[in-house]
């Protein structure tokens, strides 16, 4: 279940880099290359472990000019999709990912 | 297939062949059987081949590859992670579409190459420019053999078909197209005239028949003859007029593709390469050895016996006819004296103590047990403590479920020889099969050190974990066995059932999926193969029933 003070982390095992806005990520594992649109890109970028999953939809709001529903909606539902394959993984909070 | 060597250990001779390559053409080049060669490169694994052409200098050749194996395989080796490095997203796709592999495994280039896919990489880097495999006769006498050919090819395009579109098979030459390279498999009758020096690279194991057809068939494997005698062989070269300023030789007695006893044939075809004039000498030795292998052959030992003493007469320093007359005297009954000459042979040449130096290894690859078991009783005959003989017999054991035989025999292997791999393996799978978790870690975890990808060690390691309840630990040793190429029902399974435990239920209906896939093929094959027993069956006893 994905709340809005989750902390998120990228998978450590994923190389990845920005090329034109969009995000390429190599899942070695699966033998997958991801290509990230520029708004995956940027919530790709927000992702550091530090920034909760509320913190990432107001970044996306604010850059891409979309009502707070809308990024929340967006967000989410990328969120969710980035957990299933296991390209990012929950941090419960900063002491922890600290510890 | 056997493991790669560093390849500075399989080069025999340095090699500084540099300046004295001609590549001028043909006029500069020897005519194969007629003038000397002074360029002949001796090696055990036949990717010595590649590094000797490297060595050399030599670009842009046409390769004339004589062997029972196309030792042509793809490798993935392509550093996914360049991608990364693209600076537009028009080149990474431009990088997608390329003919190329990708490298999964992180393992460097150079580890890729092994004996059954040198060639690859000659081609890649421009030292071979077009590729005749001259394969044995037997391949192109039957329509099921030349299938048989054919299918060797459709693997490979299956494996990377954007590479490779076009087999055709005409006027008995098997002609594709790789990765823009045109190669023909042929035999040599049907080799057509080159006119351009060649370089030439020659497999032992092109002479004799397959140890494993031959085994199948009954035949005792110590009584074999080569189908093609080395002087045949370069005659038949010559006849054709090859030309060539550069051989390179393989033994490939490792890995079981040429018995041991005829190794020298290898050495043989060097000598009569570099001096078609072979020296009176020469030609007594060789001659008193074929005759041997015919006598053995005939089933007359005690004339096998005196051929091979003359030809220890003429050359004692010569390891292989100790190494025949090891085996004729220990056939007669006289094992001290086969023990003895067999240590004379090892001493002669260390080489001749090998894991291959008998047919244990192969008899045991097909399930012949008790041939098996014979082989590697001779070899402790000879000598006692011999860790692979023990190992064999390990590995029979283990076969037959009896742990704690099997155990005891690898742990005698480990005692001699700690850096035994395949020991340590065995003792881990058969701490495993008994539920002893912990021990079964430690051995897995030290052929992990030993053979960082093994693919096996791996999969039973997640196989431990997965039992001592060690999720985390347990996911990635079955990613990794995957990684190593253990893509097996049981490793898709397992990973699923773990996936689900963690509620990652994308990752595990992947697995599923992919298991469900792997598995399909395998009924499918199974079912084919079934159906068509059936069929026969049925067309049999439909034409017994119109009799």
């Known amino acids: ?99 | 297939m056997g493991e790669t060597a560093s390849p500075a250990v399989q080069l025999r001779s340095p090699l500084h062949l540099h300046d004295g390559l001609r590549r001028d053409g043909i006029r500069d080049a020897a005519l194969v059987g007629r003038d000397p060669i002074d360029n002949v490169v001796m090696m055990e694994d036949h990717d010595g081949a590649y590094y000797a052409w490297k060595q050399a200098g030599v670009r842009g050749r046409i390769l004339l590859h004589i062997d029972a194996h196309i030792d042509w395989a793809w490798i993935g080796d392509r550093d996914p992670r360049d991608l990364l490095e693209a600076r537009s997203l028009a080149e990474v796709e431009s990088l997608l579409r390329e003919r190329c592999l990708w490298n999964l495994s992180d393992r460097r280039p150079d580890d890729l190459i092994h004996i059954g896919n040198y060639i690859y990489p000659a081609l890649k880097e421009g030292i071979v420019k077009e590729f005749y495999w001259i394969v044995p006769d037997s391949f192109m006498k039957s329509p099921a053999q030349r299938k048989n050919l054919v299918r060797q090819f459709q693997i490979l395009n299956s494996a990377n078909p954007r590479a490779m579109k076009t087999i055709t098979i005409t006027d008995h030459r098997l002609v594709a197209e790789m990765d823009n390279t045109k190669v023909i498999a042929c035999t040599l009758s049907h080799l057509p005239e080159v006119q351009e020096a060649m370089l030439l690279d020659i497999d032992t194991d092109f002479l004799m028949p397959e140890p494993g057809v031959s085994a199948r068939a009954g035949d005792d494997l110590w009584k074999q003859l080569p189908w093609i005698w080395p002087d045949e062989l370069v005659a038949r070269l010559k006849d054709k007029g090859v030309r060539t300023d550069f051989v390179t030789i393989a033994y490939s007695v490792e890995g079981g593709f040429t018995p041991l006893p005829y190794k020298y044939l290898g050495d043989e075809l060097a000598l009569r390469l570099k001096h078609p004039e072979l020296p009176e000498r020469h030609r007594e030795r060789l001659g008193h050895k074929r005759r041997g292998a015919f006598y053995l052959h005939d089933n007359e030992p005690e004339k096998a016996i005196a051929e091979h003493e003359m030809a220890v007469v003429l050359a004692p320093e010569d390891a292989s006819s100790h190494f025949a007359l090891a085996y004729l005297y220990d056939k007669k009954g006289f094992s001290d004296r086969g023990a003895a000459r067999y240590c004379q042979a090892v001493q002669l040449d260390p080489t001749y103590a090998t894991a291959y130096n008998n047919f244990g290894p192969v008899y045991q690859s097909l399930g012949i047990d008790d041939h098996a078991q014979e082989e590697y009783q001779r070899i402790l005959r000879w000598d006692p403590q011999n860790a692979d003989a023990q190992y064999g017999l390990a590995e029979l054991l283990a076969q037959h479920e009896r742990w704690e035989a099997a155990s005891s025999l690898y742990r005698t292997v480990i005692e001699s020889r700690p850096d035994h791999a395949k020991a340590h393996r065995g003792l881990g799978y058969v701490y495993a099969k008994r539920g002893l978790w912990d021990e079964a870690i430690s051995q897995l975890d030290r052929v992990i050190a030993l053979q960082p990808y093994s693919g096996f060690a791996h999969f039973w390691l997640g196989e431990a974990y997965f039992h001592q309840r060690r999720w985390d630990e347990a996911i990635e040793a079955y990613r990794v066995a995957l990684r190593c190429g253990v893509r097996t029902v049981t490793t898709r399974r397992r990973l699923g059932r773990l996936y689900l435990r963690r509620r990652n239920f994308h990752k595990a209906l992947k697995q599923y999926r992919m298991g469900l896939r792997a598995w399909g093929w395998r009924t499918l094959i199974w079912i084919r193969s079934r159906s068509r027993t059936l069929f026969k069956r049925l067309s049999r006893e439909r034409q017994s029933c119109s009799l």
Request: without cysteine.
């Open chain 1, 1 to 99: 279940m994905l709340t809005v003070d989750i902390r998120l982390a990228k998978n450590e095992k994923i190389p990845w880099r920005l090329i034109e806005e969009e995000a390429i990520l190599l899942d070695l594992d699966e033998g997958e290359v991801l290509r990230l649109n520029p708004v995956g890109a940027e919530i790709w970028s927000a992702i550091d472990g530090r920034h909760t999953v509320e913190e990432i939809v107001a970044h996306i709001r604010r850059t891409f000019e979309v009502s707070h529903w809308t990024a929340r909606r967006d967000v989410h539902r990328f969120l969710k999709q980035l957990l299933r394959h296991a390209l990012v993984e929950e941090r419960l909070s900063v002491s922890t990912e600290s510890a």
